[in-house]
């Protein structure tokens, strides 16, 4: 007997093949039948005519290290049709701590005010999320910034010997800890201190253990192409698959992603395992300390609140800035400040400049009688360099490119949340809530960039097998039962920039590992989620 059947779906089975009709039929945590089920007898059926049956999703790209640890209900994520997020992305992970506390890099810390970090180490981390229980999956990379900051902290200059065996050492415990590789933020510090020779020989580590290595490259603008080589030639030298993260070019480079994808296909034919992804959204979100010079940020957040009160210091940034704007390294946005487009940034979150959340810094300039540089500049000291951002400096164009080529994924960028409590402040990214919602809805549905197959394919197979996730991503006798049931008319996010924190529509069943996570659009609370330690061979 059958403990679930989804009955008389259009099964789109996650590897590319044109859709058919067909039964699901799953016993415990894994699918054991696919296709007539008529008569055979089961505990429950769930009525699937007219909906799409599909792999779990698989969200490749996710900061949600930290806010599944605080909320592992990961409403956001589940009421899209996720089941298994990927984390430990652009340099930030849960593991290791500093000295007992999280890395946050990039992040906005405020997003886990009073998260009890009990872990020092990958293993610590993925057993506390097993005895919390997770309503998804979870798989991680390791990240660099973790391991920099953790050895020698957030210092501009290079590692002496034993610092790099530290991190060599970090690394290696992470791997055998069961990361799925290393990733870097060279836009982020300490990332950006990081030159070459120090990423190769921890990503040969690494490839030790049969790992990947998945980069927020150094630039995104006018110098991308060369970013993405430093990628790639991580990847050649330490012979490991290599992955460009969020590869969408930035001002004055907008509309060149083809060249990219060029440069990775005469990689791949050389004979390189090289990838990349994009977020289906123009405006992104990252810290607000990103618009400053790498310079700036040397020592960390105490020492840039310093810099910032200096009025030659000040001056120093805002010249870098107008001079290089991205090339200097930090944000691709900066080039946006250098542009004099500060109506295409907004401030998103904040304590004592909550007033401000959700305007732009054109607004927020004239609010304070002051010019855009320095009340940009004073919100970073009143916040302590906390805020986070969000800026429109990229293309459809670009994504969509790179969401059709064969080696291009579709990822969020974002948080798996929750609407209530610590999760739901400031005015963060609505792709948390609604990016595979909206990418279904308006490049699927509704434009007809992608097939319902080649879309759920990028989503589910394509994921599952670029990150080895064994036994995921595709519906199949013997696979895990990580499914989604997708009203294909319906199925769209219902939030913007100026509400973002509302749950997306269509998507009827969720089911993870065999349990069900969301009921007829209803999120039901379990927590059947596991945290998926990477061995090698064991994809």
Known sequence: MFDLVIKGG???DGTGA?????????EGDRVVAIGRLDGQPAKRSVDARDKLVTPGLIDAHTHSDLTLAIEPRASSAVAQGVTTQ???????????????????????PTLTDGLGCDWTGFQGYFDRLERQGIATNLASFVGHG??????????????TDAEMTKMEDLTDEAMRDGALGMTTGLAYIPGSYAKNEEIVRLARVVAKHGGLYASHIRNQTESITASV????????????????????????RLGCAHEL??????????????????????VGSTTLKSLLPPWACDGGDAAMIQRLKDPAIRNKIIDDTNTHGAESGGSRKRTLCKNGDWHKIWLASGTRNANLVGQDFRAIAAARNQDPYDALLDILIEEEGKPWMLAEDVS??????IARHKVGGVVSDGFSLHPEGPLAR????????GAFARFLRRFVREDGELSWEAAIHKLTGYPASRFRLAGRGVLKAGAFADVAVIDPELVAETNDFSDPYRYAKGIDWVIANGQVTLEKGTLTGTLPGRALRFRQGAA
């Open 10 to 12: 259009r099964i789109v």
């Open 18 to 26: 044109p859709w058919f009709r067909g039964d699901v039929g799953i």
């Open 86 to 108: 990927i984390a430990g992305n652009c340099g930030v992970s849960a593991a290791p701590t500093i000295g007992g506390k999280p890395y946050y890099g990039p992040l906005d």
């Open 146 to 159: 973790n391991v920099r900051a953790a050895a020698m902290g957030y210092d501009d200059r290079p590692p």
């Open 229 to 252: 080589r430093e990628c790639l030639d991580v990847g050649r030298q330490a012979g490991i698959p290599a992955h460009v993260s969020h590869m969408q070019p930035g001002a004055p």
């Open 261 to 282: 994808l060029a440069l990775i296909d005469d990689e791949r034919r050389s004979g390189l395992d090289a990838s990349c992804d994009a977020i289906p959204y123009t």
């Open 396 to 401: 459809e164009e670009d994504f969509l490119n």
């Open 426 to 433: 400031g005015r963060h990214h609505p792709r948390s809530y």
